[in-house]
């Protein structure tokens, strides 16, 4: 591979764009996406995901144009990796990609994987399918490969690209060393692994942890709930030993958590591995909102107040604080669920408009004396601000209650959920 690195990266969402842009502080980038609508935003400045308008530099070459990749020789792949109906691995956009790019593939260049995927699937699948459209051979270095998972988190300024650490890896370590160059433009911390099915597992068991730790808190809140304790007490108090992990209860979400456990169960499945505390752990987290739900419900109807005939509102529904996507979030599973119970289901989201939700009605105004009852599902900094209870209490009919799953409102009518 030539010494200057001309690089694609393909995929400009969460993942994709924040890399062309630390990048792009240091050498020329061709920031590549199908998505002509996407493109053509960028071009004007305009990033949808985090409703910025961004001012990039000269370095970058927008362009939905896949023949535009033929003056690369190392692409970066940041496209989704979902998961189908059945649980199973969508890795469709994977192979769509390497399908285009092997249009453009000159013999030498670098292909480095940074989307999520199951240990062994570089290596097993992608190799090989590199090899069947371009009648280059790995073993002989007509193409070189890495792994680096993205460990982006939306809206999280804190942990940002540039110093959260970053792993690479290649099963050859002349190419690792090249994959380590290039990423040290961009992050100040490189962690080299020697293996790309470590750096693949690495990433994936990142989030089943999360997943499993936080399926461990709303099983310990769903039954503190039932014996009248307050959950936010008790890990408050258990908080102050050393080594108990601070983590909440929570209506899991995202394009990673609720995602990557399936992965590493479809592998498990392959080697004929049962796993149980994966799954067990994904089934409470998929199943929280109905929870959460059926305690509303039962505390309504405790109080005399029928669902059925009820206005229902629901504050925030995006996947997490802070942020606009809206992929695999509790809270709008929570929404379409009461849809079906409620007689009016009302939210108020200032992240998102009515046209990303078409089956919710996404209200701008909120009208006063209207709701039997109002649940908060996410602690946006805008609620937090905005919503205390005396904004509230009037939103109310005399008998409404406010369910309030993050604890961050007090008053007589506040219930926590």
Known sequence: MKKKFNIAVIGLGYVGLPLVLALSKKIN??????NKLRVNDLLNNIDTN???????????????NIHNLSKANCYIICVPTPIFKNKKPNLNNIFQVIKSLSKVMKKGDLIILES???????????????????????????????????????????????????????????????ISKIYSLAVKKIIKVQSIKVAESAKIIENIQRDINISLINELHLLFYK???????VLEAAESKWNFLPFKPGLV????????????????????????????????????????????????????????????LVLGCTFKENCKDI??????????????????????EEFIDHDELKNIKIIKKIKKNNYQAIFIGLAHDYIVKNFK??????????????????????GPKVVKV
């Open 253 to 312: 979400g995202g394009h990673c958590i609720g995602v990557d456990p399936y992965y590493l169960v479809h592998k498990a499945n392959k080697l004929n591995i049962k796993t149980k505390t994966i799954l067990s752990g994904r089934d409470i987290n998929e199943k929280m909102h109905l929870y959460i739900l059926k305690n509303i419900c039962i505390y309504l109807n405790k109080h005399n107040i029928k669902p059925s005939k009820s206005n229902f």
């Open 29 to 34: 980038v061709i920031a590549y996406d199908k």
């Open 116 to 178: 999520t995927v199951y240990p062994g699937f570089t290596n097993e699948e992608l190799i090989p399918l590199i090899e069947s459209l371009t009648n280059f051979s790995y073993k002989n270095k007509e193409f070189l490969v890495g792994y680096s998972p993205e460990r982006i988190n939306p809206s999280d300024k804190v942990h940002t690209l540039e110093n959260t650490p970053k792993i690479v890896s290649s099963d050859d370590k002349s190419t690792l060393n090249q």
């Open 327 to 348: 992929r695999n979030s509790g809270t709008v599973k929570l929404i379409k669920k009461s849809m079906q119970i409620f007689q009016n289901v009302d939210c108020y």
């Open 389 to 410: 209870y005396k904004k509230l209490e009037p939103i109310l009919k005399k008998n409404g209650y406010i369910f309030d799953f993050k604890n961050i409102i007090k």
């Open 50 to 64: 985090e409703d910025k308008i961004l001012h990039f530099n000269k370095n970058i070459e927008f362009t939905d």
């Open 227 to 233: 014996m009248n304790i307050d959950t936010n007490e």
